[in-house]
């Protein structure tokens, strides 16, 4: 789960309570900002905990 970069939808393991489990990487530095692509909430997660949750990933 290296190299994510601005625009990468990342598939979750778990769905959001909203039913999305597609999120976009909106900000990358120290930690990540992840926007749910099904209902717009925006969270932040450290790589680790990234790394953690991830199924996968697609480009934008």
């Known amino acids: ?11 979750m393991k778990k769905p959001h309570p909203c039913g999305g489990d597609r999120w976009q990487v909106v900000r990358v530095g120290a930690d990540y900002k992840i926007k749910c692509l099904t209902c717009g909430r925006v969270v932040m997660l450290t790589h680790d905990e990234l790394a953690k949750r991830a199924k996968g990933t697609e480009e934008a």
């Not at 789960?1 to 598939?11: K, Y």
């Open 1 to 11: 789960m290296s190299g994510l970069r601005l625009g990468t939808v990342v598939r």
